[in-house]
């Protein structure tokens, strides 16, 4: 059984940083895809971030490069997600997932596990 738990999330200014983690167990996650997801009210869960856990390679969405980024840290069996630069759009719930192998992909329905969420709130 494979369980993902998200924390840090929270209440920012615009302008300010919060970092996310998601700690993974269960399974050796060594060929995994991690990625993090979010989603607003009555939208679709879309992918912010990813990397493949063996390869390093990452991938980022448009509206977050240079500002988002993704790292994981093997020891710990966790993946983090340093947001700076947070704008009010960012706004939302975000959530871990892991891919048990192949490439990184942009779809949900990709993904096998999937933490709880957590909120990221970002005022003006």
């Known amino acids: 059984q494979v369980t993902l738990v998200e924390s840090g999330g929270g209440l920012v200014q615009a302008g300010g940083s919060l970092r996310l983690s998601c700690a993974a167990s269960?399974?050796?996650?060594?060929?995994?895809?991690m990625a993090w997801f979010r989603q607003t009210p009555g939208k679709e869960r879309v992918l912010v971030a990813a990397?493949?856990?063996?390869?390093?390679?990452?991938y980022y969405a448009d509206s977050v490069k240079g500002r988002f980024t993704i790292s994981e840290d093997n020891a710990k069996n966790t993946i983090n997600l340093q947001m700076n630069s947070l704008k009010p759009e960012d706004t939302a719930v975000y959530y871990c997932?892991?891919?048990?192998?192949?490439?990184?992909?942009?779809?949900?329905?990709?993904?096998?596990?999937w933490g709880q969420g957590t909120q990221v709130t970002v005022s003006s």
């Open positions: 269960g399974r050796t996650f060594s060929s995994y895809v």
């Open positions: 997932a892991a891919k048990l192998r192949g490439l990184i992909t942009t779809h949900s329905v990709h993904y096998d596990y």
């Open positions: 990397i493949n856990w063996s390869s390093g390679v990452t």
